[in-house]
């Protein structure tokens, strides 16, 4: 489970074409991963496979290491991660521990649909952005609710049938790829689990 709360960006190192998928290594400063562990790739849930320390790190900034995760046909299907190429950038953050802090909301780095950057907007030193909201994604979300997009928990500020908008403040825009973001990029959404949840109840409680 994550929160919502990147920890960093990384930068993609390599990708490598398989048989059976795509295989990233990633930029980091994580010094306290291990195989299997659940990281957080703009969104995606992905599993650590390897890791290790750079060489010449001061290419990308201080991240002296790296590790690398592998993406299934499913998870190429309904991501654009397998779209990515050396140095584009992806938000990451690490499994919330079970005695962590609790900030954001409850994110499980399934992602529920692919969108597409519609607007943004400068607005003082904040910065909003109009997102498009796929139909099989739209019952889920409601104004003022929580919405992941690209693996940052944020609150829906304004909703339509088609798009929703979301305030971003500063520190926000600095640390995450947002602000690489620009109209027609596509971005990954999960919705909050709990509509779904409630949605399941109310259908049981139907039959």
């Keep these: 489970m994550f929160t919502g709360i990147v920890e960093e960006t990384g930068a993609v190192l390599d990708v490598e074409e398989t048989d059976d998928g795509v295989r990233l290594r990633l930029a980091t400063t994580f010094d306290d ?29 201080d991240q002296d290491r790296w590790f690398s995760v592998f993406l299934a046909e499913e998870t190429r299907e309904r991501t654009y991660l397998g779209t990515l190429e050396p140095g584009d950038a992806v938000n990451l953050e690490r499994a919330m521990p079970a ?3 609790f900030d954001g909301h409850v994110v499980q780095g399934h992602v529920d649909g692919t969108a597409e950057v519609l607007a943004v907007e400068e607005v003082g ?54 602000s690489a973001k620009a109209v027609g990029d596509p971005v990954h959404l999960e919705v909050d689990v709990i509509a779904k949840y409630v949605e399941r109840l109310v259908d049981q409680d139907g039959e």
């Design 99 to 101: 005695d962590g802090r």
């Design 125 to 178: 030193e904040d910065w909003r952005y109009t997102v498009s909201l796929p139909d099989d994604v739209a019952r889920y979300v409601v104004a003022k609710g929580s919405i992941t997009v690209d693996g940052i928990s944020l609150t829906v500020a304004d909703l339509a049938a088609d798009r929703f908008t979301v305030a971003i403040v500063p520190e926000t825009y600095r640390l995450t790829t947002l």
């Design 33 to 61: 991963l291990a195989v299997g562990d659940s990281v957080s790739v703009a969104g995606v849930c992905l599993t650590v496979e390897n890791f290790g320390e750079r060489e010449n790190a001061d290419a990308v900034g």
